[in-house]
């Protein structure tokens, strides 16, 4: 790809798209690493694939509400179980987190096994089309993440676990189907890996820093080398966070984060 009119036309929005991702995924990020359940994002996002998955193989339309619905009613059911699994199996969390993700994906990969586009549906659920969201779409979801961000803000831990895994299950349900599984969990993680090492109070602001900067990169790397966008980003995200471990750290902020 060159650097036209044509290129900055799609490139702009999918910047916009990862940067309202960026908006939700940072502070949940963080939150979810200081719970120690790195991997919830992917089962949860699985768990949402899935739903999209069940309903295309029911015939729903691509962009109507069926759709929206059998995604938001299949990570909510994800998010209730493993709220229920967390009271009940509090030592053995992760583990479970890891069960459900791979049951949601051989599931997914029974309904499409005799689907002619099943690896494209795949591909599309795993990487994302980001270069392809149209600017209309952004629209809902940002009013959606800007209620999910208003509760996180305001309310906080007094959400409960069953209020944060629901709140979890809604934005990465919108996440997923506008940038993929890989991208989502990404966004989650990176960012909050490379603000653990630093003091409370600017955890947030480097998660943002290394978000964008890596969404940047990852779409000026991916338009000018022609490679898959999703896959230069993630890739971009950890290039960066790699580059903060250069930086001087906060001793004390770091003990903390292990302890």
Excluded at 151 to 167: C, D, M, Q, S
Excluded at 218 to 237: E, F, H, Q, Y
């Amino acid at each position: 790809m060159t650097f036209g009119g044509l290129e900055i036309t799609i490139l702009v929005p999918a910047l916009l798209a990862g940067l309202l991702v960026l908006s939700t995924h940072v502070p949940l990020g963080q939150q979810v690493l200081a719970r120690g359940i790195v991997f919830i994002d992917l089962a949860i996002a699985q768990v949402a694939g899935l739903g999209v998955t069940l309903a295309g193989a029911a015939g729903f339309d691509p962009h109507g509400w069926q759709m929206q619905a059998s995604a938001i009613g299949a990570a909510l059911g994800g998010a209730l179980l493993l709220t229920a699994t967390e009271k009940k199996y509090p030592q053995v969390q992760e583990a479970l987190i890891g069960v459900l993700f791979v049951l949601a994906a051989c599931i997914e990969l029974l309904v499409l096994a005799n689907n002619p586009r099943g690896g494209e549906h795949l591909k599309d659920l795993l990487v994302g089309q980001i270069l392809w969201v149209e600017p209309a779409n952004l629209v809902p979801i940002a009013i959606g993440y800007a209620v999910a961000l208003a509760f996180w803000f305001g309310l906080g831990k007094r959400l409960g676990h069953i209020g944060f895994y629901a709140l979890f299950a809604l934005v990465v349900t919108q996440s997923v189907q506008l940038v993929g599984i890989y991208l989502v969990f990404a966004s989650l993680i990176v960012p909050a890996l490379a603000s653990r090492r630093f003091a409370p109070g600017s955890r947030l602001l480097i998660g943002y820093g290394v978000g964008v900067l890596g969404y940047l990169i990852g779409l000026l790397a991916s338009a000018l080398t022609d490679l898959p966008t999703g896959a230069t980003i993630v890739v971009a995200l950890t290039a960066v966070f790699a580059v903060t471990l250069l930086a001087p750290g906060d001793k004390g902020a770091e003990k903390s984060a292990a302890a």
